[in-house]
C-alpha cells in the first residue's frame, strides 16, 4: 500500500492563528486525498475531497474559507485552518487514493496530527 | 452511500478467532466493503476488501454472504496487540469514492 506521511504530527497553538498541515504521498501519485477529523471517542468524519489540480469539495457543515486544502501536486495536499480556535481542536486525518490503484486498491490513511487550540 | 451497523464492543482473548459482523441492507450493486482497523492517535489501517464470497489475506478472512447485506471480519487468534477500533465500509469500485465512516467496533483482547 502508499505510504503516507503528515507533518506535523502534533501542535499546539493560540486561539486565533492559523495552522497549515501537510499530506504527502511518498511514494504514490495521489490524484484524490481525503481529509478528515476526529474527535476522541468518535469515528472520523470526512471533511473534505481534494482533486490534484482543482478546487476541493467540501462536506455539508464544513468551512472551506475556515479549512483552506490545496492539492497542488501529485504528492501534496495542505489543510489550513484559519483563525483556529479550541473547537477546532481535534485529530486531522489524510487519505489518498491513486493512479497506481485499482479495484482492489483503497485509501490509505496518514497518520494523523494532533491539533489543541489553547 | 450504504449505511453500516456494527457492535460498538466486543471482547475477546488471546489466541481466540474473533468474528465482527456488519450490516448493511442498503449496498449498492457497486459497492465494494471495506475494513479498517485504528490504533489510538494513529490513521486507519487497510485490514481487507472484498466484494462477495471469501476473501483471505496474511491478516484477516472476509466472508460476504450472497445477498451482500452483511459481512463478517474473521480475525484468526487474536493477541494483545489486535485491540483497536475496527470499521466496516461500503462504497464504490472507484478509489476516488468517498467512504463515509460508522462508529467501528472497539475490540479488547484481554490476555
Known amino acids: 500500500g502508499a505510504v503516507v506521511s503528515q507533518h506535523p504530527s502534533w501542535v499546539i497553538c493560540k486561539s486565533g492563528t492559523s495552522v497549515k498541515i501537510e499530506c504527502r504521498s511518498l511514494?504514490?501519485?495521489?490524484?484524490?486525498m481525503f481529509w478528515y477529523r476526529q474527535f476522541p471517542k468518535q469515528s472520523l468524519m470526512l471533511m473534505a475531497t481534494?482533486?490534484?489540480?482543482?478546487?476541493?469539495?467540501?462536506e455539508q457543515g464544513v468551512e472551506k474559507d475556515k479549512f483552506l486544502i490545496n492539492h497542488a501536486s501529485l504528492t501534496l495536499s495542505t489543510l489550513t485552518v484559519t483563525s483556529a480556535h479550541p473547537e477546532d481542536s481535534s485529530f486531522y486525518i489524510c487519505?489518498?487514493?491513486?493512479?497506481?490503484?485499482?479495484?482492489?486498491?483503497?485509501?490509505?490513511f496518514g497518520p494523523g496530527t494532533r491539533l489543541l487550540v489553547l | 452511500l450504504a449505511k453500516t451497523t456494527q457492535p460498538i464492543s466486543m471482547d475477546s482473548y488471546e489466541g481466540q478467532e474473533v468474528n465482527i459482523t456488519c450490516s448493511h441492507n442498503?449496498?449498492?450493486?457497486?459497492?465494494?466493503i471495506t475494513w479498517y482497523q485504528q490504533f489510538p492517535s494513529q490513521g486507519p489501517r487497510f485490514i481487507i476488501q472484498?466484494?462477495?464470497t471469501k476473501v483471505t489475506n496474511e491478516v484477516a478472512s472476509l466472508f460476504i454472504p450472497a445477498d451482500r447485506k452483511s459481512s463478517t471480519l474473521s480475525l484468526p487468534r487474536v493477541s494483545l496487540s489486535d485491540t483497536a477500533v475496527y470499521y466496516c465500509l461500503v462504497g464504490g469500485p472507484h478509489n476516488t469514492d468517498k467512504l463515509i465512516f460508522g462508529t467501528g467496533t472497539r475490540l479488547q483482547v484481554f490476555p
Open positions: 511514494d504514490f501519485q495521489a490524484t484524490t
Open positions: 481534494s482533486n490534484e489540480g482543482s478546487k476541493a469539495t467540501y
Open positions: 472484498g466484494y462477495k
Open positions: 442498503n449496498i449498492a450493486t457497486n459497492d465494494y
Open positions: 487519505s489518498v487514493t491513486g493512479l497506481a490503484a485499482g479495484v482492489q486498491e483503497t485509501q490509505y
